[in-house]
T-cell receptor, first 113, second 109 residues
Framework: DSGVTQTPKHLITATGQRVTLRCSPRSGDLSVYWYQQSLDQGLQFLIHYYNGEERAKGNILERFSAQQFPDLHSELNLSSLELGDSALYFC????????????FGSGTQLSVL | GQNIDQPTEMTATEGAIVQINCTYQTSGFNGLFWYQQHAGEAPTFLSYNVLDGLEEKGRFSSFLSRSKGYSYLLLKELQMKDSASYLC??????????WGAGTKLIIKP
């Protein structure tokens, strides 16, 4: 158990819908990262927050947004969903924005039908 | 641009040794990570190298050559449970992780 909690574990929805994925980092970790992993693909970096502030953006679509709250949990919002958004979404945390030993949550499997 | 290259798939025999290579090109360099990911599961940290040389940790070792932009992960005494994808990731000058696509390692009895 990495200590990073992601909910829900599975999400099935329809095209055009909006969903929210939630992540609670390890106790004391200030950094939260979001990644997308499509079937048999590598990890695609979406966005990084550190202590409530956005630190870096990767290949995140405009339909996607995220935020980190004062209690350090984070939410990833995906809207106007398309079939191609079906993927495993991972959240990871670390205790600082420097050396990046990341602890990953178990992921949310999103299926868009 | 920034790039990480590693083989897509490798096959090895139980009990043998396998070396997974990774080459990187990044804007600056602050270290090289290896992660293990079993199918459908989260990646887990294996190793971190920032200085040249070999770091050994049980059955797994990781090597780095900064001048060559090259790293490898060496797995000894392979077990069936080592069947997984192995992800190479380099930390650039902005301390952002650049990920490779992963090497799927298949272990045969």
């Amino acid at each position: 158990d990495s200590g990073v909690t992601q909910t829900p574990k599975h999400l099935i929805t329809a095209t055009g819908q909006r969903v929210t994925l939630r992540c609670s980092p390890r106790s004391g970790d200030l950094s939260v990262y979001w990644y997308q992993q499509s079937l048999d693909q590598g990890l695609q970096f979406l966005i990084h927050y550190y202590n409530g502030e956005e630190r870096a953006k990767g290949n995140i679509l405009e339909r996607f947004s995220a935020q980190q709250f004062p209690d350090l949990h984070s939410e990833l919002n995906l809207s106007s969903l398309e079939l191609g958004d079906s993927a495993l979404y991972f959240c990871a945390s670390s205790d600082r924005p420097g050396v990046e030993k990341l602890f990953f949550g178990s992921g949310t499997q999103l299926s868009v039908l | 641009g920034q790039n990480i290259d590693q083989p897509t798939e490798m096959t090895a025999t139980e009990g043998a040794i396998v070396q997974i290579n990774c080459t990187y090109q990044t804007s600056g360099f602050n270290g090289l990570f290896w992660y293990q990911q079993h199918a459908g599961e989260a990646p887990t940290f294996l190793s971190y190298n920032v200085l040249d040389g070999l770091e050994e940790k049980g059955r797994f070792s990781s090597f780095l050559s900064r001048s060559k932009g090259y790293s490898y992960l060496l797995l000894k005494e392979l077990q069936m449970k080592d069947s997984a994808s192995y992800l190479c990731a380099a930390l650039d000058s902005n301390y952002q992780l650049i990920w490779g696509a992963g090497t799927k390692l298949i272990i045969k009895p």
